[in-house]
């Protein structure tokens, strides 16, 4: 849930207020149901392309303990790392992968073999940095940052990416069974654990 918020969600500045949007409405469903809650699921951009749905609610407790581990109002440009116990670090990560991540398939030109890679969105080089070197720790797999201004041409967007053997890795452990996450983003990775590899060894993947 914190690692959604800190991609998807926004802290309003009135001190309660947390506010968590997707586009995919079954999953808000879900994250409402896991909250407890009893408020109704707001609307954006009705009708329109970028439709989205969203909850907002108010927990004093939740928005000031938010606050302690690192997160802000405003925050897409000024995150910086966030205070998450190692044991819950592939619960965050996952969240920040349900939010700005993207799990992609396609076939080699060459090959014709399926690839896969994982890659992670943030317009915060520190929170980009901050997530490589605690994949690296825990996971022993590496990964490259490089710049994508395609789809924000004024902000620069970092772009955290692995390969198939190191995104394998780090699936298997966010996404277990039965966790709270998007449909869609489990089933990917499920296809991708599934996946044939082809090789045994990788250097994105350390001893």
Same mark, same amino acid.
């Given at each position: ?25 079954? %999953? ?30 108010? @927990?004093?407790?939740?928005?000031? %303990?938010?606050? +302690?581990?690192?997160?802000?109002? !405003? ?18 990560? !996952? ?6 991540? *993207? ?7 060459? @090959?014709?073999?399926?690839?896969? *890679?994982?890659?992670? %969105? ?15 720790? =825990?996971?022993?797999?590496? /990964? ?5 201004? !395609? ?5 620069? =967007?970092?772009?955290?990416?692995? /390969? ?14 039965? *966790?709270? +996450?998007?449909? !869609? ?7 991708? =654990?599934? *996946? ?12």
């Amino acid at each position: 849930m914190v690692g959604l918020i800190t991609t998807d969600g926004c802290l309003s500045s009135d001190g309660r207020h947390i506010n968590i949007t997707s586009k995919d409405i079954e %999953f808000v469903i879900k994250l409402k149901d896991s909250l407890g809650l009893l408020n109704k699921i707001g609307v954006k951009n009705k009708c329109k392309v970028n439709e989205a749905y969203y909850l907002d609610f108010s @927990n004093r407790s939740f928005y000031e %303990f938010l606050l +302690s581990i690192g997160l802000t109002p !405003r925050k897409s440009l000024t995150q910086d790392r966030v205070d998450v116990p190692s044991e819950m670090f592939f619960d965050f990560l !996952r969240g920040v992968i349900d939010g700005d991540g *993207s799990i992609r398939r396609w076939t080699h030109s060459t @090959n014709k073999k399926e690839q896969w *890679s994982l890659s992670i %969105f943030s317009p915060s080089l520190p929170f980009v940095k901050w997530l490589q070197g605690n994949i690296e720790d =825990l996971y022993r797999v590496k /990964g490259p940052i490089h710049r994508d201004i !395609r789809k924000r041409p004024r902000v620069d =967007l970092f772009v955290l990416k692995y /390969g198939k053997m190191a995104a394998k890795i780090i699936l298997s452990k966010c996404y277990y069974k039965n *966790s709270l +996450s998007l449909e !869609r983003k489990a089933k990917l990775a499920k296809d991708c =654990l599934n *996946s044939y590899t082809g090789w045994d060894k990788s250097r994105t993947v350390l001893n």
